[in-house]
Structures are given as structure tokens and as C-alpha cells.
Antibody
């Protein structure tokens, strides 16, 4: 069964850091692009970042560029999101998802999400 | 303000056909494929339509997608109460070099 399980969310003060993890199972992790998508409370979906199959290529949304770093460990089937200089507007549920087909905006499956709250 | 524009709400009665539209531009829908997601309250999104009009296995054929120029649409026929959810369109945007999502359309089955 395809599965993505996020962890690492929690309450953090503005300016501080947090690292999210996403454990993948049920598929050959190293064969797929992986993405992070977030959703602020009561709001819509916002794409955050992506990483290619071997980790050599990354892309970020402007809102997180230079603050967030996406990475992966294919030996551990795990995706990461290092979030630095966190702001209140980064408060959201963060979903890990797999790139599906050659379409750059096609994602399947999705993890259950992990909540990040940035507040003092 | 989302790059892709969707109506915030839509509604229909059981059995009816409902269409949700997604408007973009030449840098996104006009030059890239569109995907649709369904999200129930408190759960993760689910891929509903990919590459404009393809259904993943397990998605009922009541759901269909199409694309024309810089717009796309999701049609739901034979509306059922369990279709109540928020629907999002998504497409790659060549100008911002990022994935663009629509703001989401909340579908209510009356």
C-alpha cells in the first residue's frame, strides 16, 4: 500500500526553525519527484517546494525561498523540509506528496499532513 | 489571490450535473496540463482528474475533466451527497516557475 507519513510539526516561535519529515513506503521512493504542499487554517492549498528523484534539483515557492530547504534520503525513503526563520504566515498543515505522471502539478498519494503553528 | 481562479462555491441537487470552472492564463493552463483534487473536511486532498481528463483508478466515471485554451472544467454528473467537498484545480506556471492551485470551490449538495 502506498503510504506517506509526515512528522515533526508543532508549535514554534517566530524566527525559530523546524524540520519536517515524510516517511514513504509501498513504492520505489528514489524513482519519484516529491513535493511539499501546505494549507493554512481554513484556506486553500499552496505548493511549497519540490525535489527531483536523486535530490540534485529543487524548486521553491517565492514565499519560502531562502528560508526553507527540501531534501531527501533515498536510502531511508524519507523526504525532509527544513524550515528556518519561521513566520506567523507559515502556520499551516504541511502535506508531503508524490509527483505522479509527467505532469508537474499531479500529486498522488498525499500524506495525512502535519500541523505547524508559528506563534509567540 | 490565487493564480488560477475558481468560484468559491457551487451547489446542486442529487442527480444533477454540476460543472466547476478554473480560469488561468497562457503561462499555466494555456501551456500545461490541469489536475483536479477533491478534499473532504479535515482530510488530505485526493487526486481526482489528471492530465486534463484522465481518471485515476477508483474514481467514478461521474467525474470528468476538460481543458480549452486557458480554462479547464470539472464536471460531476449524477450528483451524490457524498460529493460534498472542496475541489481544487492545479497547473504548473511557467512564468513563476511553480505549481499554481486554484482557490478551491466548495460544493454543496442541497
Amino acid at each position: 500500500e502506498l503510504q506517506l507519513v509526515e512528522s515533526g510539526g508543532g508549535l514554534v516561535q517566530p524566527g525559530y526553525s523546524l524540520r519536517l519529515s515524510c516517511a514513504a513506503s509501498g513504492f520505489t521512493f528514489s524513482n519519484y519527484w516529491m513535493h511539499w504542499v501546505r494549507q493554512a487554517p481554513g484556506k486553500g492549498l499552496v505548493w511549497v517546494s519540490r525535489i527531483n528523484e536523486d535530490g540534485t534539483g529543487t524548486t521553491y515557492a517565492d514565499s519560502v525561498k531562502d528560508r526553507f530547504t527540501i531534501s531527501r534520503d533515498n536510502a531511508k525513503n524519507t523526504l525532509y523540509l527544513q524550515m528556518d526563520s519561521l513566520r506567523a504566515e507559515d502556520t499551516a498543515v504541511y502535506f508531503c506528496t508524490r509527483g505522479y505522471t509527467s505532469s508537474a502539478s499531479c500529486f498522488d498519494p498525499w500524506g495525512q499532513g502535519t500541523l505547524v503553528t508559528v506563534s509567540s | 489571490q490565487s493564480v488560477l481562479t475558481q468560484p468559491p462555491s457551487a451547489s446542486g441537487t442529487p442527480g444533477q450535473r454540476v460543472t466547476i470552472y478554473c480560469s488561468g492564463s497562457s503561462s499555466n493552463i494555456g501551456s500545461n496540463t490541469v489536475n483536479w483534487y477533491q478534499q473532504f473536511s479535515g482530510t488530505a486532498p485526493k487526486l481526482l482528474i489528471y492530465r486534463n481528463n484522465q481518471r485515476p483508478s477508483g474514481v467514478p466515471d461521474r467525474f470528468s475533466g476538460s481543458k480549452s485554451g486557458t480554462s479547464a472544467s470539472l464536471a460531476i454528473s449524477g450528483l451524490q451527497s457524498e460529493d460534498e467537498a472542496v475541489y481544487y484545480c492545479a497547473s504548473w506556471d511557467d512564468s513563476v516557475i511553480a505549481v499554481a492551485f486554484g482557490g478551491g470551490t466548495k460544493l454543496t449538495v442541497l
